[in-house]
T-cell receptor, first 115, second 111 residues
């Protein structure tokens, strides 16, 4: 069975600092894909960044990067130089190679960026 | 612009009522999904589809039916709505290995 766990319910950080949001996953599949999504206050959900299990290099997109620790089944999202507009709920998700399409989501972490 | 459009945005119905939530995607994606979002649970998969006429059961299917009439259109049906189905519903589309494109959500209140 597949499972994604985000233990941090809410995090508050000062603007312009760096924050890491944790995510651990469980799967028996050797091939899997990890995603992070952002849900804004309006409810809109947008894709941020992904990591494929076979890639050793951590993915980076803009001021988002990932800390992929495969032996620990961990995929942390790092946001550098946080901005007020980064305040949102962040979801970690996983797709396994044997089940194309569907994603398994974590419960989400609310990020509050304080000016 | 490729998109996922949900309707209605908000819906109020009575217990035992009949509700249909609609979703249309213009992404030419094969996969479509219905999720519900509740505080503390994140996004939970109700039903999904690989293509027109195909239906797959998700993790929380009880009380819901779905129908994929075309590649573009995916419907979620609540035939006997209950207060426990009060939630925020999201539709999404994807290819087999791509990220999701989400709709804007439908807020359903069952009173």
């Amino acid at each position: 069975a597949q499972k994604v766990t985000q233990t941090q319910t809410s995090i508050s950080v000062m603007e312009k600092t760096t924050v890491t949001m944790d995510c651990v996953y469980e799967t028996q599949d050797s091939s899997y894909f990890l995603f992070w999504y952002k849900q804004t206050a309006s409810g809109e959900i947008v894709f941020l960044i992904r990591q494929d299990s076979y890639k050793k290099e951590n993915a980076t997109v803009g001021h988002y990067s990932l800390n992929f620790q495969k032996p620990k089944s961990s995929i942390g999202l790092i946001i550098t130089a946080t901005q007020i507009e980064d305040s949102a709920v962040y979801f970690c998700a996983m797709r396994v190679g044997s089940a194309l399409g569907r994603l398994h989501f974590g419960a989400g972490t609310q990020l509050i960026v304080i000016p | 612009e490729a998109a996922v459009t949900q309707s209605p945005r908000n819906k109020v119905t009575v217990t035992g009522g009949n509700v249909t939530l609609s979703c249309r995607q213009t992404n030419s994606h094969n996969y479509m999904y219905w999720y519900r979002q509740d505080t503390g649970h994140g996004l939970r998969l109700i039903h999904y589809s690989y293509g027109a006429g195909n239906l797959q059961i998700g993790d929380v299917p009880d009380g819901y039916k779905a129908t994929r009439t075309t590649q573009e259109d995916f419907f979620l049906l609540l035939e006997l709505a209950s207060p426990s189905q009060t939630s925020l519903y999201f539709c999404a589309s994807s290819d087999a290995n791509s990220d999701y494109t989400f709709g804007s959500g439908t807020r359903l209140l069952v009173i």
